[in-house]
């Protein structure tokens, strides 16, 4: 299952991108990093989430945070879910 990621920069910035599993904390045990201190201009991105873990493997059923780190100021969303899909 993929999840698009998309926010709005107010000003240029050096931004990170870090997915967790909403049960752990932000230790350090990153499911998966989107991108890790890339400059960004200002404006409309988006990142595309696979699912899967850096080390390319499914990530596990359940609910996921994302936290964006933008000029070293954090932003923490929760509720991201991935679920399973029935084909």
Do not use: M
Request: charged share 25%.
């Amino acid at each position: 299952t993929k999840t698009t990621l998309s926010f709005t920069l107010t000003k240029d910035a050096v931004v990170s991108i870090h997915i967790e599993h909403a049960r752990w904390r932000f230790r350090g045990n990153c499911t998966r990093e989107i991108i890790d201190g890339t400059f960004l201009k200002k404006g409309n991105h988006s990142f595309v989430w696979d699912g899967k873990n850096n080390r390319g493997n499914r990530t596990s059923l359940g609910q996921y945070k994302v936290r964006v780190l933008a000029n070293g100021q954090p932003y923490v969303k929760s509720g991201l879910h991935k679920k399973l899909r029935v084909r």
